[in-house]
């Protein structure tokens, strides 16, 4: 269950704590309850944020030993950083991704989309398939990103490359060769970062003139390569399969009765791309009336909190605007709290508005494929045909 545990996410009633043990047997106290799950992440100081980053799959020495060669470090920066320098780095980056600058992404990026969805109906119409991931939400989130935060001039199927390979090498259960493989990558890429870091304007620029480390430059870099884009773009295409199975919510967005705005926190409350996160428990604590030990691996299993009944009308049904419906843990709770929410919501909402009418019509040849992954849902191909 602990690596597909979004797949698990609508079977019968769970308890609150379940202790679930990963592939090398590590035990993990998986808290199912929003309630609980609120509770972890919005006290920092009992349920630290440290290992929100270790490998899943302890890293071998060989693969250690390629990443030394590449100066791959990660320090804390973000989001497993619980020390003092955690706000100051925090309200740079979130700076960069103020409301009113993403606001100003919006037209352009409604350009994009709408020609895209133009292609690919003409695509549609002339009897071939498409797959949405590929080519409508794929790279989106990248460019998008690019014009909001100065990044390393690389082609955008080097940084895709790059993105997944983490998320796979930290959170999927790994044999060594696979480790060492992804290693490689991870561990060429963090050379073009740390390079970019030491030069770069835009956010890089702003963080070592604010006195941090090369180091911390770089993690939060690495950090929003990944989770600032590759999070998003597995979003977009999971909503958009999930809508290709709503036909009344798509009619109710034809007929301007359902808002675009509850659409995409219906999405994610049900799809969340995230599907846990994790927390470690720093002294000896209880949850509910559980004992945890110090040092006890939380997963935070923000996608079953999204459907817990004591808080949302119709967990497992999509109803845009139901009660509860944008309470969920999508985006976390508290300190860490996600910093592109605002810029997630606005792609999303741009992306359902546009290219939502092309799914009338249309059947799924192929939905989307996740591979076993501690946390995120990494879709890898949503493909439709006209009938
Ligand atoms: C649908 C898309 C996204 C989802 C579901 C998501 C979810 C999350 C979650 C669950 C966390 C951990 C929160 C916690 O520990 O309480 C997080 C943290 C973070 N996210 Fe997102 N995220 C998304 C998109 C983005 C985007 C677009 C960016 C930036 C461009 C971004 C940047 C960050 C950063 C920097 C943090 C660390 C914040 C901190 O530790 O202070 N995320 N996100």
């Known amino acids: 269950m602990l690596f597909r545990s979004w797949a698990s996410a609508v079977e019968a009633p769970w308890p609150d704590l379940v202790t679930v043990a990963d592939h090398v047997g590590v035990p993990h106290l998986v808290v199912t309850r929003h309630a609980l799950v609120r509770r972890v992440l919005t006290d920092p100081v009992t349920f630290r944020p440290d290992n929100a980053l270790d490998a899943v799959s302890p890293m071998p020495v060989a693969a250690l030993r390629v990443l030394a060669g590449h100066r791959f470090r990660l320090p804390p920066t973000l989001?497993?950083?619980?020390?003092?320098?955690?706000?100051?780095?925090?309200?740079?980056?979130?700076?960069?991704?103020?409301?009113?600058?993403?606001?100003?992404?919006?037209?352009?990026?409604?350009?994009?989309?709408?020609?895209?969805?133009?292609?690919?109906?003409?695509?549609?119409?002339?009897?071939?398939?498409?797959?949405?991931?590929?080519?409508?939400?794929?790279?989106?989130?990248?460019?998008?990103?690019?014009?909001?935060?100065?990044?390393?001039?690389?082609?955008?199927?080097?940084?895709?490359?790059?993105?997944?390979?983490?998320?796979?090498?930290?959170?999927?259960?790994?044999?060594?060769?696979?480790?060492?493989?992804?290693?490689?990558?991870?561990?060429?890429?963090?050379?073009?970062?740390?390079?970019?870091?030491?030069?770069?304007?835009?956010?890089?620029?702003?963080?070592?003139?604010?006195?941090?480390?090369?180091?911390?430059?770089?993690?939060?870099?690495?950090?929003?390569?990944?989770?600032?884009?590759?999070?998003?773009?597995?979003?977009?295409?999971?909503?958009?399969?999930?809508?290709?199975?709503?036909?009344?919510?798509?009619?109710?967005l034809r007929d301007g009765t359902v808002a675009v705005a509850d659409v995409v926190e219906e999405g994610l409350r049900l799809e969340p791309p995230i599907v846990t996160w994790r927390r470690v428990a720093a002294v000896d604590t209880t949850l509910g009336t559980t004992a945890v030990p110090a040092g006890t691996s939380l997963v935070l299993w923000l996608a079953r909190a999204g459907r817990d009944p004591k808080v949302v009308e119709a967990p497992d049904e999509f109803r845009p605007g139901q009660r509860g419906s944008r309470r969920h843990l999508a985006f976390g709770a508290g300190a860490h709290r996600c910093v592109g929410d605002v810029l997630a919501r606005m792609e999303a909402a741009v992306v359902v508005a546009e290219a939502a009418p092309l799914l009338d019509g249309v059947s799924v040849v192929r939905g989307p494929w996740c591979p076993d992954n501690l946390t995120f849902r990494m879709p890898d191909a949503f493909v439709i045909r006209r009938d």
């Not at 991704?97 to 993403?102: E, I």
């Not at 002339?126 to 460019?143: H, I, K």
């Not at 970019?196 to 690495?222: C, I, M």
Request: glycine share 8%; hydrophobic share 50%.
């Open 79 to 252: 989001a497993n950083n619980a020390g003092a320098d955690h706000p100051a780095i925090r309200s740079i980056v979130a700076d960069a991704l103020r409301p009113d600058r993403v606001a100003e992404q919006r037209p352009w990026l409604t350009e994009l989309v709408r020609g895209r969805v133009a292609r690919l109906r003409a695509t549609l119409a002339g009897g071939a398939p498409v797959d949405l991931y590929a080519e409508l939400a794929a790279d989106l989130p990248l460019l998008v990103l690019a014009r909001l935060v100065e990044l390393p001039d690389t082609p955008v199927g080097a940084v895709k490359d790059f993105a997944r390979a983490a998320l796979e090498l930290f959170w999927a259960p790994l044999d060594a060769d696979r480790q060492l493989a992804l290693a490689t990558e991870v561990g060429r890429f963090h050379r073009v970062l740390r390079d970019f870091a030491a030069t770069g304007g835009g956010l890089a620029g702003r963080l070592r003139a604010a006195g941090h480390p090369p180091d911390v430059v770089v993690g939060a870099l690495f950090f929003l390569l990944v989770a600032g884009q590759e999070t998003t773009s597995q979003f977009l295409t999971l909503l958009l399969h999930r809508l290709a199975g709503e036909p009344a919510v798509r009619a109710g």
